[in-house]
């Protein structure tokens, strides 16, 4: 039996009457993530790199990613006044909230082949920002070793991409 995500109808999904595509989705994690060494300016192949609790969950850090740009893949350049017209099909909601290990917002997207990538199975979803990284050894709370720590995270822009750094369920359409 095949199962796939493109089948499956999308919860907590609905279009508006101009067409407008809705949903809750979660777009960001706490935890250690795996980096290219070249991303970060290190020669090692890949970097284990930790996003602490309260760095994510910080009001400042949430309230950073209310009404960002929608893009479709990550630009090569941050998503700006002077850029985000060439990027932007859509806009996250200005209510970020904790979900469990997870930030959870509304998203609207607007742009017509955004919505039908998104009901073609591109789902998951990839936080955008500048935060401060510290180079420093260390252990997160669920064992696993890190090389570098993640500070200061301020949000740019969310990308819808086939496959996010944070995982599955960093996604469009969420329970």
């Known amino acids: 039996m095949l199962f796939a995500d493109a089948a499956a109808s999308i919860t907590g999904s609905r ?10 989705v979660r777009f960001a994690r706490s935890g250690v993530y795996r980096y290219m060494g070249h991303e970060l300016g290190m020669a090692d192949a890949y970097v284990n790199v930790y996003r602490p609790t309260e ?3 910080s ?7 209310a009404y960002v740009p929608i893009t479709v893949d990550h630009p090569a350049v941050a998503v700006t006044e002077k850029t985000w017209r060439a990027f ?4 996250l909601g200005g209510e970020i909230h904790r979900d469990g290990e997870f930030v959870r917002a509304t998203i609207v997207i607007q742009d017509r082949s955004a919505i039908e990538a998104v009901e073609r199975g591109k789902r998951e979803l990839s936080a955008g920002y500048q935060c401060d990284v510290d180079i420093s050894d260390g252990i ?36």
């Open 55 to 57: 760095e994510v969950f």
């Open 15 to 24: 279009r508006t009457r101009d067409g407008y595509f809705i949903a809750e």
């Open 140 to 175: 997160a709370p669920d064992g696993s070793a890190y090389r570098a720590i993640q500070r200061g995270i301020v949000g740019n822009h969310i990308a819808i991409v086939e496959r996010g750094r944070a995982g599955r369920q960093c996604r469009i359409g969420v329970v």
């Open 59 to 65: 009001a400042q850090t949430m309230r950073s990613f």
């Open 88 to 91: 932007s099909v859509g806009h």
